[in-house]
């Protein structure tokens, strides 16, 4: 527990400058260590997904969009539609803001906990097409489509 090594000593100094019990010590120690065990996952999954950072809910301008698909990227990033295991298909004009939409959604996605994984459609035949050159299709499928350790299901967006 390495938040816990690095700051149990301050942590002592100032429970007992604050005249905290030792319960509330142990309690704000290991807060602190889940926050940040939290805060390394949620970079470490973003990291790994892929996703354009650049392209975030900060820098969407959903008034670019029409009022009905802004409305639908709201609902969208409440994350609803994954407990329901329902796809979500974006169409548009190059240029349109797809890619920018779709990993804002996957960036509030992995902030809410969940694994998402970002690839285009032309990425993604590229590594179907290659996994079946090397003879490794079967693992490949599976990967993409398998359930972690912690249950979560690892989401592909695939900007059309």
């Keep these: 527990m390495p938040t816990i090594r690095d700051e149990y000593e301050s942590a002592a100094q100032r429970a007992r ?63 609803d539609f994954v407990e329901r295991y329902e796809n979500v298909l974006i169409f548009g004009n190059p240029g349109s803001g797809k890619t920018h939409v779709a990993c804002a959604i996957g960036q509030e996605l992995i902030r809410a906990g969940r694994k998402v994984m970002f690839a285009t459609c032309g990425l993604m035949v590229q590594d179907l097409l290659a996994a079946k050159r090397d003879l490794k299709l079967r693992g490949f499928l599976k990967k993409i489509s398998s359930i972690s350790r912690d249950d979560s299901r690892r989401y592909w967006i695939c900007p059309i």
């Design 17 to 79: 400058q604050e005249s905290s019990s030792y319960e509330r010590y142990l309690l704000d120690l290991t807060e602190r260590e889940r926050e940040t065990r939290r805060s390394n996952r949620i970079e470490r999954l973003l990291r790994e997904s892929r996703l354009f950072m650049e392209k975030g809910l900060s820098t969407l301008d959903l008034k670019r969009l029409p009022p009905k698909a802004a409305q639908q990227v709201r609902s969208l990033l409440e994350g």
